[in-house]
């Protein structure tokens, strides 16, 4: 089934230690975002992509990294967590106009302690 | 400034119920519309969208939305609920010729049996 694949599914992950959440897509979008979802807040982008190559910051993309080396991949690092980057983390993309709507991946829930 | 709002944090309805879920928008021009549902522990699902055209429009699992533009609505409705759409749902817009969306807070439906 096409779609967005994002792991690990959910991490424990100690305060100043780093870490890469992962996410692949096999649907060709060009177009790529990295949101987090917190209670109440609803999703804010971190940081977007809409191509291979460039990438572009989000509503909060401080403490977080990304890279986007081709089409498919679209990951973000966090280098050193903090106990306020607790959330679950969702990966989507759309085509160039995002008139299709995005698809999400599953999420990756992350707790920094 | 664009802005998504969603008045109601939290919704209960009876099964069988008609269900109304309100989304307010501001945006300079006219945006494209979406509908999202999310079910616990998943990713968003799109419902619905509205670019252009009758304001009326049809979704999945039931769903309609209607485009009011004279008050920068786009409210989702349907007939009758079931207890499986017990879920949170998520109103977003995105600008014609660009991609990244604004989405609002949230709505989460209970469903009373």
């Known amino acids: 089934t096409a779609g967005i694949t994002q792991a690990p599914t959910s991490q424990i992950l100690a305060a100043g230690r780093s870490m890469t959440l992962r996410c692949t897509q096999d649907?060709?979008?060009?177009?790529m975002y990295w949101y987090r979802q917190d209670l109440g807040l609803g999703l804010r982008l971190i940081h977007y992509s809409n191509t291979a190559g460039t990438t572009g910051k989000g509503e909060v993309p401080d403490g977080y990294s990304v890279s986007r080396a081709n089409t498919d991949d679209f990951p973000l690092t966090l280098a050193s967590a903090v106990p306020s980057q607790t959330s679950v983390y969702f990966c989507?993309?759309?085509?160039?106009?995002?008139?299709?709507?995005?698809?999400f991946g599953s999420g990756t829930r992350l707790t920094v302690v | 400034a664009q802005s998504v709002t969603q008045p109601d944090i939290h919704i209960t309805v009876s099964e069988g119920a008609s269900l109304e879920l309100r989304c307010n928008y501001s945006?300079?021009?006219?945006?494209?519309l979406f509908w999202y549902v999310q079910s616990p522990g998943q990713g968003l699902q799109l419902l619905l969208k509205y670019f252009s055209g009758d304001t009326l429009v049809q979704g999945i699992k039931g769903f309609e939305a209607e485009f009011k533009r004279s008050q920068s609505s786009f409210n989702l409705r349907k007939p009758s609920v079931h207890w499986s759409d017990a879920a949170e749902y998520f109103c977003?817009?995105?600008?014609?010729?660009?991609?990244?969306?604004?989405f609002g807070t949230g709505t989460r439906l209970k469903v009373l049996a």
């Open positions: 649907m060709r979008h060009n177009a």
């Open positions: 989507a993309s759309s085509d160039s106009t995002g008139s299709g709507g995005y698809t």
């Open positions: 977003a817009v995105v600008g014609s010729g660009t991609y990244k969306y604004i």
């Open positions: 945006y300079g021009a006219t945006p494209y």
